[in-house]
């Protein structure tokens, strides 16, 4: 039973375990009340990261939750019949790793170019579609890929597109926040060089004044991508259980659901009812903020959803905003080292007015909700701040765990104005993926500086970790090798002063993640009477190699005592007792 007082989640009861059960083998036997464990795991290091950050040989599970953490020979001493026992023959053990920002594991149906290398590799995979594809129709790639992965470091613009797709319009997917149309995608929208470029969007030009197909956020409203094909419900959770298997073999037992609507949520309460969930959810949900507060506020009163309504599967974190661009758009004080279209004076884009994203803020502060916002430049967030303190002097946000989303550019000004409303930081490693392209649009010197982890940490913030896919690769334990090295995929290694610890990165993807969602008390580290989520990993994450890091293999990941991914690599484990 979970009891919500004073702001926070405070463990009452745990469903099913005696208060012996809840004792560490560690400090002593148990007593006859100790359940019988379902899963023991042993002969093995296990990182706990509690509050000491101590190790262990073994952990044992009983009801979904952990039950006892010490040596091998205290913990296998409580196995009855029915246990299953695993020898994990001095492999590491973690707590399960989550998410705190997270779309989908995928950039969608269209056509593929995440294993695309080259500008080639990209003109080729849509031209292959374009073969097969009836005249006239429509082609659409996935936004599971980034130009930094290319060895040419630059996107495919209209006439790169041309060659390859004459006649069939196509729109290039590229993350959340920017299509790139052929000409034939342009004219079939009508977009040209004298449409009026919409505030909160850009539509970029060639040097010599024509169009590039690049259209940014707003700009992306003048196109209409093909409806996909409805799918049932049945179909829907077929498909949220094989994208979850696929998380759990990177080892993710927990995200944090980035900006959902609240019919996507509904999906998610009937897998839940259903039974068919596997992965712990936290949603964010998004309201269509382009009408006015009032509007606003009604629409989401309507959902008929309550703030921190649900249990340890699914539960409602907050509403989502945002106020400006990603990679190339973040709203900066100052200007972009790489002007685009105008003359040097491009600061980004503010993608919602002030005023309409104070008084939302402000309103949803009054109803009770938890705002997070999506800031990637230092304007942005001084928008950001300048409504938390306007909520803040209404309603106290302080230990509410309201937060800042992705945070890349940070002013030195900044940090003591985050502390003072006890903000949590959401950070993802887009710097791993990114990297060029940052230093093109904003120059070396704030591109060193993207995601000052070390700077939130130095300044009392705490900061969860996570990935933002499909804009960056889903894989957590990319995200940690990167915030520990600052290494990237293609452009070496970016203000190595702002890595962290291997320690800090872990707490980042466990308990930091934890504390962002209110429930610290509950998961994120391997403890008595916590939920029973963990990963077994081929190498120590702690004494292996930097370089060794980045690959790390999951052997084997489990969620509420239930083992969800087994690699073949992980055999059978010195399995012994049931199934």
């Known amino acids: 039973m979970i009891d919500r007082t004073a702001s926070t989640l405070r463990l009452v009861v745990v469903a099913g375990l005696s208060a012996a059960a809840l004792t560490s083998t560690c400090g ?115 936004s599971d890929w980034h130009e930094a992965q290319l060895t040419e470091q630059r996107l495919p613009l209209r006439r790169d597109l041309d060659t390859v797709s004459p006649d069939h319009p196509v729109v290039v997917v590229r993350g959340g926040h920017e299509y790139i149309l052929n000409s034939a995608a342009l004219a079939r929208w009508s977009i040209d060089t004298q449409t009026s470029v919409p505030p909160g969007g850009r539509i970029s030009r060639y040097p010599d004044g024509e169009l590039d197909g690049e259209l940014v956020d707003a700009a992306k409203r003048f196109v209409t991508l093909p409806v996909a094909t409805d799918r049932s419900p049945d179909e829907q959770l077929a498909d949220l259980a094989a994208e979850h298997a696929t998380l759990h073999a990177a080892g993710l037992t927990t995200l944090r659901l980035a900006g959902i609507s609240p019919e996507r949520y509904r999906l998610l309460q009937e897998a839940r009812r259903r039974g068919g969930l596997t992965m712990r959810l936290n949603v964010l949900l998004r309201p269509d903020v382009r009408s006015a507060p009032d509007d606003v506020l009604a629409t989401v009163d309507g959902w008929g959803i309550v703030q921190d309504e649900g249990d340890d599967w699914l539960r409602v974190g907050g509403v989502k905003l945002g106020v400006d661009g990603g990679f190339e758009g973040g709203w900066m004080r100052e200007p972009y080292a790489a002007p685009f279209d105008q003359g040097g004076t491009f600061f980004g884009l503010q993608t919602m007015p002030s005023d309409r994203y104070i008084a939302i803020v402000r309103a949803l502060n009054a109803r ?63 710097l791993y993926l990114a990297g060029p392209s940052l230093v093109t649009y904003w120059g070396p010197e704030r591109a060193a500086r993207t995601t000052p982890v070390r700077s939130y940490l130095e300044h009392g913030l705490v900061v969860a970790g996570g990935t933002d896919s499909a804009v960056v690769p889903y894989p957590p334990l990319w995200a940690l090798y990167h915030f520990v090295t600052r290494d990237t995929i293609t452009g070496g290694v970016f203000g190595l002063e702002q890595g962290v610890t291997r320690e800090e990165a872990l707490r980042m993807m466990t308990t930091s993640n934890a504390h962002l969602t209110f429930e610290e008390s509950t998961k994120g580290s391997i403890e008595p009477g916590k939920l029973g989520d963990l990963v077994v990993l081929s190498d120590d994450l702690l004494t292996c190699s930097a370089a060794e890091l980045e690959h790390v293999q999951v052997l084997l990941t489990v969620v509420g005592g239930r083992i969800v991914y087994r690699a073949d690599a992980f055999g059978d484990g010195g399995t012994h007792g049931a199934n």
């Open 28 to 142: 002593g036997p148990a007593g006859d009340r100790r359940p019988i464990p379902d899963l023991i795991l042993h002969n093995g290091h296990v990182v706990t990261v509690d509050d000491a950050f101590s190790s262990a040989e073994a952990v044992a599970i009983a009801d979904g939750r952990f039950i006892a953490v010490g040596t091998s020979a205290s913990v296998v001493a409580l196995a009855g019949p029915e246990t299953r026992s695993i020898d994990l023959e001095g492999r590491t053990v973690i707590p399960g790793l989550a998410d705190d920002h997270f779309h989908d594991a995928g950039g969608g149906p269209g056509v593929d170019l995440s294993r695309s290398r080259s500008m080639a590799d990209v003109l080729e995979a849509i031209a292959r579609r374009v073969a097969e594809t009836p005249a006239g129709e429509v082609i659409v790639t996935n």
């Open 368 to 430: 009770g909700w938890r705002v997070a916002t999506h800031a990637v430049g230092d304007a942005a967030i001084d928008l950001v701040l300048e409504a938390y303190e306007a909520a803040e002097a209404e309603r106290s946000i302080v230990g509410r765990r309201w937060s800042l989303e992705h945070g890349f550019i940070v002013g030195d000004d900044q940090f003591p104005r985050m502390k003072a409303l006890d903000l949590v930081i959401s950070a993802q490693d887009h």
